[in-house]
């Protein structure tokens, strides 16, 4: 018998030494190490291919790991699959074939799949926060697109799970409806649900993550606070645009490590946001020095999406 770990404390779901092979010997998963905490809205961010859906799809028990293991609240995902799969909900990537089942009822089915009894307050509690209300008897293969996404993740929450799985929710879904699905999401951490989301919009992570996790080729590259990401990794840069063309930078500018754009009309300074100087009043005070005037400048700070880039470009 598998002994339960458990606890306020404890990680919602505990991944260790993870691996998937598929037939044919590719290998999507490596060794993967992950925990998701309580309460957290994780973003599992990584290119196409990196093996994002398959290790959700193995925490959801639709794929058979290779090797290593997942518990969820304590239980291990393949000795006690009822019991886990129970916790869980997931949108899943693909939109399942259309059916001719109203809203409500394919709610009220997917809830008593997981074993649980009828429940109307929650069901239309699930469907007024995702704006699915006055669709409720609509046939599915009548609904927009996008209504059927949020009707994936309305099916997803029907059994009330502790935890939910949301693979790419918002791909193909207009500007107005992400915001809804935003919306959704928040309101659900404020519910206490665990939402593990992986998205190609990385403005999404930015958005909702708590923290975030980078996949690529299979393994998890960084796990990290998104506030303390961006804060270390979140280059700042200041821009001056130059009075007067500049052929090179002097040397008496040098440990500034300026960067001079082709044009000569534009230098650029990277600089570290946790210093306790940014050197700017330095850098000011010794282009002045060396004769050098501008007349705008500028600052920027990596988004997030820069930051990700980065990080997959250099895994390569
Ligand atoms: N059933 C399968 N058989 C063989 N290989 C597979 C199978 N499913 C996925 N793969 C391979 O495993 C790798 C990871 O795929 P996965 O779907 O997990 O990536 P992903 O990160 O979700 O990508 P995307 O962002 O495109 O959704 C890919 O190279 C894919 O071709
Ligand atoms: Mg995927």
């Not at 000795?79 to 259309?98: K, N, W, Y």
């Not at 590259?221 to 303390?228: G, R, S």
């Amino acid at each position: 018998m598998e002994r339960r770990i458990i606890g306020r404390m404890h990680p919602v779901i505990s991944i260790k030494g993870l691996t998937k092979t598929y037939a044919g010997g590719f290998e999507a998963l490596k060794s993967v190490d992950l925990d998701i905490r309580r309460g957290e809205i994780f973003g599992l961010l990584g290119p196409n291919g990196a093996g994002k859906t398959t290790l959700i799809n193995i925490v959801c028990g639709i794929v058979n790991p290779s090797g290593g293991t997942v518990h969820v609240d304590g239980y291990d995902i393949v000795s006690e699959f009822r019991r886990t799969r129970s916790r869980i909900g997931l949108v899943p990537q693909e939109l399942p074939t259309d059916t001719f089942e109203t809203v409500v009822n394919t709610l009220r089915f997917s809830r008593g799949m997981f074993g649980k009894g009828p429940d109307e307050a929650h069901i239309e509690h699930v469907l007024k926060i995702l704006s699915l209300w006055d669709k409720k008897d609509s046939p599915i293969m009548a609904l927009s697109g996008g209504m059927k996404r949020r009707v994936l993740i309305a099916k997803a929450l029907s059994h009330e799970p502790d935890v939910l799985f949301l693979d790419e929710p918002t791909a193909g879904v207009d500007v107005e409806l992400r915001q809804d699905m935003w919306n959704a999401v928040e309101l659900l951490r404020s519910q206490g649900v665990t939402v593990i989301l992986t998205t190609h919009y990385i403005e999404e992570a930015e958005q909702l993550a708590d923290r975030v996790g980078v996949i690529n080729h299979g393994e998890i590259i960084l796990v990290e606070e998104k506030n303390k990401l961006m804060r270390d990794l979140g280059k700042k840069q200041l821009m001056l645009h130059l009075y007067e063309e500049l052929e090179t930078v002097p040397d008496s500018l040098s440990r500034f490590a300026l960067e001079l754009s082709e044009d000569g009309r534009e230098l650029t300074y990277h600089y570290d946001t946790r210093g306790e100087h940014t050197g700017i009043t330095d850098l000011i005070h010794d282009l002045r020095g060396a004769g050098i005037r501008f007349n705008d400048l500028q600052t920027e700070q990596s988004s997030l999406e820069e930051i990700f880039v980065d990080l997959v470009n250099k895994d390569r």
